[in-house]
């Protein structure tokens, strides 16, 4: 019954390959596949024995994979997937294809409260505030002080139009008090958090890249898990019911996993529009199917390719300049949703 779907769901796990090989070797300086194999294992090596040597010859090649073009990708594959299940828990939830993080403001939300913590903290503490574990408390904190403020309209408004659009006002409010600390920051600290406010891969450290590995992953498994319940859910809470579905823990369950996921990219890749929105439904598109047991994973695993070429698109059309990652997920995401948007009419 499922044969379709579980093939597209091993094409998109085999296609994740080549998107790695392919990020790694394009560039400002292109690396050849074999260079890349050598480093990649030496690298390896190195991480077992740390007086290795590194040959003179792959000197440079090492410091680029290894310093820039691998925790940059690896950071574009868990972002994808984590803000992609997050769009698709948020439509689940809302049971409405128009809703997404970034609509909802709760991506503006856990940018706001990083902004608060680094720029706010820097201009009391020299330096400022760089603990990974402060920054994604902090956009973790945003983001669900977000997300139970739309609940609270949305138990009072039932137009999802309406709102749609006071989630789009509430990302307008987080934007003007980012704009007023960003006129209060100091020079330096101010272009570094600019460039993340329009979303960048760049930033991403190694001790940043294993906490979002260790959050996300667990979250997006945990989503996986749920596909039966979420699918229930979709039908409607009476019907979740009789299933035998907690309704009130399952809800509490949905808004912690899409906070959890949305917070933890946001808080060290800064904001990354329309992912969380366009992956699900082209996940719909390809699987034909509304299940969230095959879409769940359906949406991290192209969530994960379509934000990797995102951002290799941003490294190269403009090179040496760099686009923001959110220029290209917009260009692709904006037509999508107003495909929809005529659709649904």
Known sequence: MYIRQISILLLLSILLIPTFFIYICLGPVKIPMNYIMKVLALGIDKAFNSKLMVPQSLVEYFDIIWKIRLPRVLAGFLAGAALSVSGLLLQVLF??????????GVESGSALAVGLL???GALAVPGGITSPWAIFAASLMG??????LVLSI???VRSIVTLLLIGIMIGYICSAVLS?????ARNIQLHAFIIWSFGSLSFVTWS????????SLPCILLSILLGKCLNAYLLGEDYAKTLGVDVRNMRVVIILLASILTAIITAFTGPIAFIGLAVPHIARLILKTNDARLLVPASALLGSILTVYCDLAARLILSPQELPISTMTSLIGAPIVITLLMRRR
């Open 208 to 215: 940043q890249l294993k906490l979002i590995a260790l959050v």
């Open 118 to 120: 680094v720029l706010a």
């Open 143 to 148: 983001s669900l002080a977000v997300m139970m």
């Open 95 to 104: 049971r409405n294809p128009i809703v997404g993080p970034w609509v909802l």
């Open 180 to 184: 007023i600390l960003e006129v209060l």
């Open 154 to 156: 949305a138990s009072i």
